[in-house]
Antibody, heavy 122, light 108 residues
Framework: QVQVVESGGGVVQPGRSLRVSCVAS????????MHWVRQAPGKGLEWVAV????????YHADSVKGRFTISRDNSKNTLSLQMNSLRAEDTAVYYC???????????????WGQGTLVTVSS | EIVLTQSPATLSLSPGERATLSCRAS??????LAWYQQKPGQAPRLLIY???NRATGIPARFSGSGSGTDFTLTISSLEPEDFAVYYC??????????FGQGTRLEIK
């Protein structure tokens, strides 16, 4: 079955960098767009970024544009999010999520990992 | 940015009752709306996409309706496992995806 497992979260100081990743299995990773969605403690969901199935197209939310970069390695079934210039308001659980459609981008998220917590604090 | 407003914030019902959750968009999103369920400590789960299509494996007691700016998620007869937080999400003006603030469905 579809499985997505995130890693790389932790505590980081404001202004520093962190990279979170997820490894996917149970589906043909290279044919699906992938997303990052985050959730601050006790708050709602916020979409962060998307990357197309082949990695050619990437979009980031305005709140992270210029600081975060989504990438993927289809040979390793891995999705990553490089986070630079971190701020306290970036503190959240970061979820890796699979797009519902093959090749296209439905922007509906039909499989999610368990999330990895990133805490930005001095 | 399209703002999604969910109501009520909290809904208190008993097992076996019917639940009706609302999501209103600040501008038309056509039928480009999804519903998710999230239980404590778990990731969200896709329930409904394109306003009225059930995702794979979702029980028939969950149904979605609406188009334009007003949408409804209905749970016909609540099971104990349905008590959770529910979010709506629009994809109409991708990639500016937005979620509603959530409705907490609690046991009365």
């Amino acid at each position: 079955q579809v499985q997505v497992v995130e890693s790389g979260g932790g505590v980081v100081q404001p202004g520093r960098s962190l990279r979170v990743s997820c490894v996917a299995s149970g589906f043909t990773f290279s044919t699906y767009g992938m997303h990052w969605v985050r959730q601050a403690p006790g708050k709602g969901l916020e979409w962060v970024a998307v990357i197309s199935y082949d990695g050619r197209d990437k979009y980031h939310a305005d709140s992270v544009k210029g600081r975060f970069t989504i990438s993927r390695d289809n040979s390793k079934n891995t999705l990553s999010l490089q986070m630079n210039s971190l701020r306290a308001e970036d503190t959240a659980v970061y979820y890796c999520a699979k797009d519902r459609d093959t090749y296209g981008a439905a922007y509906y998220f039909d499989s999610w990992g368990q999330g990895t917590l990133v805490t930005v604090s001095s | 940015e399209i703002v999604l407003t969910q109501s009520p914030a909290t809904l208190s019902l008993s097992p076996g009752e019917r639940a009706t959750l609302s999501c209103r968009a600040s501008q038309s999103v056509s039928s480009s709306l999804a519903w998710y369920q999230q239980k404590p400590g778990q990731a969200p789960r896709l329930l409904i996409y394109d306003a009225s299509n059930r995702a794979t494996g979702i029980p028939a007691r969950f149904s979605g309706s609406g188009s334009g700016t007003d949408f409804t998620l209905t749970i016909s007869s609540l099971e104990p496992e349905d008590f959770a937080v529910y979010y709506c999400q629009q994809r109409s003006n991708w990639p500016r995806i937005t979620f509603g603030q959530g409705t907490r469905l609690e046991i009365k």
